[in-house]
């Protein structure tokens, strides 16, 4: 080792002899790893299939939806519930409420062990805020209300079982009954334990929202299929949903023309072998039934939700 130069008074030592190569040899390259190439997503075409139309009756109260079970049908208006024979067509009974009151617009109900479980909500109010109502289908009565307040997904339309839970629709409005901040594109679907607390939910894909715009799904329920069915507010149209197996956007993989205008309905749990549903159509005031073609899942990531 020996001094070679002096700077600031400061010896600065030159390395000579076997250690100067250790810091003269070539500099250690990486090598640059291959480029990772990125499929593009291709989204899933959705099937267009027709359902049959197999019978008709008359029904007044038939404005927002349709209940059914194994003898009857239930027809919804907002605080009117109507109860009719399948065989015959004649009215039995109804509940109401009076107009204008602490029931103001129930826009679905479902069927289930003996109870009419309806979804109910303040629209046109606003902020938003929903309750379920529960009326027993054999005296017309009400039995039980679950109210779940103010609710930032939105205004509370339809519900079903699933599992030892609940899935349930939430809709947001462009215009009347709506928020500025939050458009019809914020409608969605919840889900919820057996005591209505949220556990998770999905996203609807544009291909459903921009065909719902300016409302969003009235009616929706889950199929023999375990597939999610919706219906919108207005077109003759049931869009099929799929799980996705990873994500939060539904997938839609089929949509149903259906000679009804938009709304709610109710598949017929009774004979899921035919795969029937009720629906309503407005402008007739009358209850259509139809036979739904079967829809196959060609998406490999599109899964049942049971």
């Not at 080792?1 to 076997?18: D, E, P, Q, S």
Request: charge should be neutral; charged fraction near 20%.
């Amino acid at each position: 080792m020996t001094i070679v130069a002096l700077r600031h008074g400061l010896a600065v030592l030159g390395v000579t002899g076997a250690f100067a190569g250790d810091f003269s040899g070539q500099a250690h390259a990486q090598t640059m790893p291959p480029r990772i190439e990125l499929q593009a997503y291709e989204a899933t075409v959705p099937q267009r299939l027709v359902a049959q139309r197999e019978r008709e009756y008359v029904a007044p109260e038939a404005r927002q939806g349709v209940a059914v079970d194994e003898r009857h049908f239930y027809a919804v208006v907002n605080s009117l519930i109507a109860k009719y024979e399948r065989a015959t067509g004649e009215r039995l009974g109804y509940w109401s409420s009076p107009r204008g009151g602490l029931i103001r617009h129930i826009n679905s109900c479902l069927s289930d062990q003996g109870k009419l479980w309806c979804a109910n909500s303040n629209f046109p109010e606003t902020p938003m805020a929903s309750s379920v109502e529960v009326i027993d289908s054999r005296t017309m009565s009400h039995v039980a209300s679950h109210s779940l307040g103010l609710t930032e997904e939105g205004s509370l339309t339809f519900f079903d079982r699933l599992g030892e839970g609940w899935m349930a629709g939430f809709a947001h409005y462009d215009g009347e009954g709506g928020h500025t901040f939050k458009p019809a594109r914020f409608s969605g679907i919840a889900l919820y334990d057996g005591l209505w607390r949220r556990t998770g939910g999905y996203a609807l894909p544009a291909t459903v929202l921009e065909r719902m715009a300016p409302h969003a799904a009235s009616g929706g329920a889950f199929g023999p299929d375990g597939l999610l069915y919706l219906m919108g507010h207005d077109l003759p149209e049931l869009y099929v949903l799929a799980k996705p197996s990873m994500g939060p956007v539904l997938i839609h993989v089929a949509t149903i023309e259906m000679d009804v205008a938009g709304q709610a309905f109710s598949w017929d749990k009774t004979d899921r072998a035919t795969r029937r549903i009720f629906a309503i159509n407005r402008p007739t005031g009358s209850v259509r039934v139809f036979s739904i073609p079967e829809v196959i899942l060609s998406d490999r990531d599109a899964r049942p939700f049971f």
